[in-house]
Nanobody
Framework: QVQLVESGGGSVQAGGSLRLSCTTYGKSTSMLNMGWFRRAPGKEREGVATIGANGRTSYADSVSGRFTLSKDNAISIMYLQMNSLKPEDTAMYYC?????????????????????WGQGTQVTVSS
């Protein structure tokens, strides 16, 4: 069983930065395909960024160039560095994971590709 615990959310002004962390229990990040999703009030959950077990990353157009995803397999933590934050980045951010590559590849930014989810961490960006 895989457990995911997010941390690092908070409130910042537009233009500021935050780093989210997703600590993984039960499986090393070296064996997981993972991603960050977010849900803004009144909106559907959307994919933000993903990282494969092999370290390959992909980003939603809305965050490309501002957000950077990385992971430290030695301590099983995935990070999302968020720079140049905008008010529209305000949302609950969720960490997700799956160890089924076949179910994940080509669908990385969709919620159906993941089996495990964290509880979320709130990010609020004020103008």
């Amino acid at each position: 069983q895989v457990q995911l615990v997010e941390s690092g959310g908070g409130s910042v002004q537009a233009g500021g930065s935050l780093r989210l962390s997703c600590t993984t229990y039960g499986k090393s990040t070296s064996m997981l395909n993972m991603g960050w999703f977010r849900r803004a009030p009144g909106k559907e959950r959307e994919g933000v960024a993903t990282i494969g077990a092999n370290g390959r990353t992909s980003y939603a157009d809305s965050v490309s160039g501002r957000f950077t995803l990385s992971k430290d397999n030695a301590i099983s933590i995935m990070y999302l560095q968020m720079n140049s934050l905008k008010p529209e980045d305000t949302a609950m951010y969720y960490c997700a994971a799956t160890y089924t590559y076949r179910n994940w590849v080509g669908r990385e930014l969709t919620t159906d590709a993941y089996n495990y989810w964290g509880q979320g961490t709130q990010v609020t960006v004020s103008s």
